[in-house]
């Protein structure tokens, strides 16, 4: 209610001017009505009592005309070009001076395949998304698991930050784990140093509930910096996949991470941080970083001077909407409905917002794959995707069903039906059930993956040890993989041949010779040899090699030169 008053308290016009439109508004609709008066026109003329018989009664009640439409448009274009506004707000460019540093979770649970293609990929694009939206900013980029690591200092070159971000894997990080509270520290450290303010976004699946301490005490320290957490995952959770497209398993039996909403609400309760979930089908998310981006700054710099929020351009929306009214003449309204009501129908849902942990969970991604929002139909509007599914399986169109299928078991069987082997096995792989594993063993089979597919059948075996379809495909499975031809046996010579032949032997004069001492050399030294063979040129490997020196040296939480 207090800011509300406010509000009412700052309202002004930042150009009235342009109200003097609102009076021409009351005299337009006074000069129209004045001049198509019948009775005033002929009152001079004709008697008062014979004009009364000869005037056709009007009808009763208000009659919306175009003058009516177009002095209303006058007045909300006058309205809109004078500048309402109650709210200041900073000039644009001062989010350019604004620095963020993205912390990228490089845990194992952040390969889980819930959301498309994985936790980690998705995390990526929206770190994309964020640097496109960025502009011109200054970003840095930190990788942390069981140790902290600064990837990349603050810079403004996209490209750049970019290429660092597409390097990042899981398998970089030297010691396992999620320390919330060491990143905190490292990139605080690094931040401390600016002149300006900024913030500390965190991309994760989990957060470390024993680092809620930490995140209190560095709100309690006055720091300049203001940490964020972006939340990847689902609730229903998924599948860790391994580097090599398999499935990472424990006892036979697939390993699943699923996002703890609960811990992440406590999280935010008691470390006073920020906490949102990411939006699947939207850049809503994004925007949510960015607004909590803006604020941070613009409470840091109160100082500085501010300008008024021109809030006219709502107006536009009002005016467009009358504006197609009075396009000829003879303009009708009864139409309108009718227009609208098409609008309506084909116009697709309204995008998500970030979803706050407070109010709202994660929402299912897309089962296309491709992380992209799903095209609306008019069909939304009776049946759910699983009914529209539903009715395309049964009329045998199993391509359409893998599309419209939400649930992953149906969505499976139709991509299995369809041929769609690959896609099906993912699927399955979403589920956590007997059921399954036996549905998976089956695609993987149909893709040559026989050992892939016997390890799903003795999988469902173990869950279901009666189920002799199971028990079938699985001996079918071990004659397969017995009649595969086995591959040649490798040479037991373990010696690192060499990269020249005995005929290129080098000799070094500048070298003087002693007794007995021969002065040659035959190409680069086994260990060179060796050496050279294990330099890798990826960001990726340079970045593993990197942290692992740098774990090496002490330097917990150190940072790339």
């Keep these: 209610m207090t800011g509300f008053l406010s509000s009412v308290a700052d309202f002004h016009f930042l150009r009235p001017l342009w109200l003097c439109f609102v009076p021409v508004a009351a005299w337009l609709v006074w000069a129209v009505g004045r001049h198509t008066d019948v009775r005033r026109r002929w009152r001079k003329t004709i008697a008062p009592h014979l004009l009364d018989a000869l005037m056709i009664r009007e009808r009763r009640g208000l009659r919306l005309r175009p003058v009516h439409l177009i002095a209303l448009l006058l007045v909300l274009g006058g309205i809109g070009m004078a500048g309402p506004a109650w709210k200041r707000e900073l000039p644009p460019f001062l989010d350019d001076k604004a620095p963020l540093a993205i912390a990228i979770d490089l845990s194992p649970t952040m390969d889980a395949i819930d959301v498309t293609p994985s936790r980690l990929e998705r995390a990526k694009l929206k770190v994309k998304a964020l640097l496109a939206r960025r502009e011109g900013a200054r970003t840095a980029i930190y990788a942390y698991a069981g140790s902290a690591h600064r990837v990349i200092p603050l810079t403004d070159d996209r490209a750049l930050l970019q290429t660092y971000v597409d390097a990042l894997q899981t398998s970089i990080m030297p010691v396992p784990g999620r320390d919330m509270r060491q990143a905190l520290k490292v990139i605080d450290n690094d931040l401390r140093r600016e002149p300006v303010p900024g913030t500390i976004l965190f991309i994760t699946d989990a957060v470390d509930l024993n680092a809620a301490r930490a995140f209190q005490d560095h709100a309690g320290a006055q720091s300049a910096s203001q940490p964020i957490v972006l939340a990847i995952g689902t609730s229903q959770g998924g599948p860790l996949r391994n580097p090599d497209g398999s ?315």
Excluded: C
Excluded at 465 to 481: E, F, Q, S, V
């Design 247 to 561: 499935y990472a398993e424990r006892d036979g039996a697939r390993v699943f991470a699923r996002l703890d909403e609960g811990a992440l609400k406590r999280f935010s309760k008691d470390s006073d941080v920020p906490v949102a979930t990411f939006t699947p089908d939207s850049d809503a998310d994004i925007d949510w970083v960015q607004r909590h981006v803006q604020s941070h700054l613009e409470q840091s710099q109160a100082g500085t001077t501010a300008r008024w929020r021109d809030e006219g351009w709502w107006l536009m929306l009002p005016i467009v909407a009358l504006g197609a009214l009075w396009f000829r003449k003879g303009w009708t309204v009864r139409w309108v409905v009718g227009l609208l009501l098409a609008i309506t129908l084909h116009v697709p849902v309204a995008p998500s917002y970030a979803q706050s942990l407070t109010s709202a969970t994660a929402t299912q991604d897309s089962p296309d794959g491709a992380g992209t929002p799903r095209r609306w139909r008019f069909a939304d509007l009776w049946l759910t995707h699983d009914q529209q599914g539903r009715l395309a399986f049964e009329r045998g169109d199993f391509t359409t069903a893998a599309e419209r299928f939400d649930d992953p078991m149906w969505r499976g069987v139709a991509q299995y039906r369809a041929g769609q082997y690959a896609q099906a096995a993912q699927s399955f792989a979403l589920v956590d059930s007997p059921e399954a594993d036996f549905n998976q063993g089956n695609a993987l089979a149909r893709m040559g993956k026989y050992e892939a597919a016997q390890a799903r059948y003795t999988q469902a075996l173990k869950r279901a040890p009666n189920w002799a379809a199971a028990r079938a495909n699985l001996t079918l499975m071990g004659k397969l993989i017995a009649a595969l031809p086995k591959p040649p046996e490798k040479s037991g010579d373990d010696e690192i041949p060499p990269d020249v032949s005995p005929d290129e032997i080098q000799y070094d004069a500048k070298r003087p010779t002693g007794p007995g001492e021969r002065s040659s050399k035959v190409g680069p030294s086994l260990e060179t040899q060796a050496w050279m063979r294990t330099i890798q040129t990826t960001p990726t490997a340079l970045l593993q090699r990197e942290f692992a020196l740098q774990q090496g040296q002490g330097a917990g939480g150190g940072q790339t030169q």
